[in-house]
């Protein structure tokens, strides 16, 4: 009896850890990644202008990227599928539910995308929280900086 239950446990686990998803995301220079876990990524600009990334907020200006839903599987199945092309070469061997799940994700994503724009668009004044939870006004340069990211996320998600 308790090797019928390890083998069933065992096929629990395997059967898990098979269901994996891929996330997207795209970095101050336009560059799509793509990971297999929903760990937070940092990035940030040091003083030279270098593209900096980490699992930890280890500078004081790094921002958390947006992770965006791919598609199921691993990251061997995207390089050995391309991650080019067209959304019909890109996911052939997509079921249909897997596709509505996918179509779901996109459309929730553009949605958002396109709520923060118009919100940060109609808003007098744009601010970030600071760790006080006290509001920091942008600058007029960093409010239109941040307009403009807004804008090329909405454009990205919404395509």
């Known amino acids: 009896m308790s090797y019928l239950r390890f083998v069933l446990l065992l096929s629990v686990f395997c059967g898990a850890s098979a269901m994996a998803d891929i996330w997207k995301w795209v970095d101050a220079e ?3 990644h793509f ?7 940092f990035t940030w600009l040091d003083e030279d202008g270098k593209l900096h990334y980490s699992d930890t907020p280890d500078h004081e200006d ?5 992770l965006v839903w791919h598609s199921p599987g ?3 199945d995207l390089e050995s599928a ?3 092309g067209s959304d019909e070469e890109q996911f052939a061997d997509e079921s249909p539910e897997d596709r509505a799940a996918r179509e779901e994700t996109e459309a929730y994503y553009c949605k958002r995308a ?3 724009y118009n919100a940060y668009k109609g808003a007098p004044r744009l601010y970030r929280t600071n760790d006080e939870g006290e509001r920091e006004y942008l600058s007029e340069a960093d409010a239109a900086s941040t307009l403009e990211d ?4 909405m454009e990205q998600f919404c395509r």
């Open 30 to 32: 336009g560059e799509t």
């Open 35 to 41: 990971v297999d876990t929903r760990t937070a990524i």
């Open 62 to 66: 790094a921002i958390a990227v947006q």
């Open 74 to 76: 691993t990251l061997d």
């Open 82 to 84: 391309g991650s080019g």
């Open 114 to 116: 396109t709520e923060d």
């Open 150 to 153: 807004s804008k090329a996320q």
